[in-house]
């Protein structure tokens, strides 16, 4: 496998400008193990496709974010790296566990391993995916994000806004539900991003946030739907700042 490339949904290639949201916020949701390499780095090329394979057999209980230091000084700037491979695990935002150098393939896989929570009867319904057994997660574990959100994506999906609505305010907010927050309030507003003409309807909600909540909660659902290297995210957010204060 070459150094670098994306081998499944639980790895990332991850820069200066999605950290945050790839690994900070990511490992408030599930541990996350940051492996920083160059494409210089011979023991780099050996670490990297070992570590690769060991995070994909967790089936998603952990995730890999790939950082080419080269390329992303601040990442590196953030864990004050000395030198490569430097391998960190986050869980909660927080450094828990970390390594230098390529260690030999048992001490990755106990690294790892560490990470990896057991799944409970609730996090293998909520796997399943389908209403019911999403809905069997929350009567065993009434917090479960993971369920909670897959239930509000079910509902959303059916034409529930009201619905998902409702199951999202019974979990803390996290980008996720956040998200989804947001599709739930512009679907009862008929209001489909995918359809809509989002820049005219920035401009027309910008001119109205100041003195009107409705509108400005739309605008800031808006820019939620907004991918987070969309320039245009930045640039009314900015706007909405300049107006309101």
Not at 42 to 63: D, H, K, N, S, W
Not at 165 to 188: D, F, G, M, N
Request: net charge negative; aromatic share 4%; with cysteine.
């Amino acid at each position: 496998m070459i150094e670098g490339t994306v081998s499944s949904s639980d790895m990332h290639d991850v820069t200066d400008a999605t950290f945050e949201n790839d690994v900070i916020e990511r490992s408030r949701q599930v541990p996350v193990v940051v492996d920083l390499w160059a494409p210089w780095c011979g023991p780099c090329r050996t670490l990297g496709p070992m570590i690769e394979q060991i995070v994909e057999e967790t089936g998603g209980a952990v995730e890999l974010a790939k950082v080419n230091v080269d390329e992303n000084p601040r990442v590196s700037a953030t864990f004050s790296v000395q030198s490569i491979p430097a391998v960190f695990a986050l869980r909660d935002a927080q450094v828990v566990d970390s390594f230098i150098g390529a260690l030999p393939e048992a001490q990755v896989r106990a690294f790892v391993e560490r990470l990896a929570p057991v799944a409970s009867e609730a996090d293998l319904l909520a796997e399943a995916g389908d209403e019911e057994s999403l809905r069997r997660a929350l009567e065993l574990e009434p917090g479960h994000v993971g369920a909670t959100e897959a239930l509000a994506r079910v509902l959303l999906e059916r034409g529930d806004a009201d619905g998902a609505l409702e199951v999202l305010a019974k979990i803390p907010e996290t980008p996720s539900a956040r998200s989804l927050a947001a599709e739930a309030r512009l679907a009862q507003r008929q209001v489909d991003p995918a359809t809509a003409d989002v820049d005219a309807l920035l401009d027309s909600l910008l001119e109205r946030a100041k003195g009107d909540d409705a509108a400005r909660q739309e605008f800031l659902d808006l820019l939620e739907t907004l991918a987070p290297e969309d320039e245009r995210s930045l640039r009314y957010r900015r706007a909405l700042a300049a107006r309101l204060f």
